[in-house]
């Protein structure tokens, strides 16, 4: 599976952002995609999955601002009222069997 990300960059508190990622590969219709980040000194931790079917998981700290969403091979992340704890790698993940990564991509919430 290969994972193209997109998105990212600088956000104020309170502001949105938006990724994207395309997923290819022999395995991309069959896999979970979804999103993990990961800030300076602390683990990786998931942030959204969502199944083929439309199965969606969040992770506490973000449920209720964060919106995964898929079309086809293609996952997005909508994030809204962004905080400056939301600062962190972000990381296009697709599951099946295992996890396989993309690049990570940057978002920096400013206060």
């Known amino acids: 599976v290969q994972l193209q990300a997109s998105g990212g960059g600088l956000a104020q508190a309170g502001g949105s952002l938006r990724l994207s990622c395309d997923a290819s590969?022999?395995?991309?219709?069959?896999?979970?995609l979804g999103w993990y980040r990961q800030a300076p000194g602390k683990e990786r931790e998931l942030v959204a999955r969502?199944?083929?079917?439309?199965s969606i998981e969040y992770g506490a700290s973000v449920k209720g601002r964060f919106t995964i969403s898929r079309d086809g091979n293609t996952v997005y992340l909508q994030m809204n009222s962004l905080k400056p704890e939301d600062t962190a790698v972000y990381y296009c993940?697709?599951?099946?069997?295992?996890?396989?990564w993309g690049q990570g991509t940057q978002v920096t919430v400013s206060s």
């Open positions: 969502i199944t083929p079917g439309g």
């Open positions: 590969g022999r395995i991309s219709n069959v896999a979970a």
């Open positions: 993940v697709a599951r099946y069997n295992r996890n396989y």
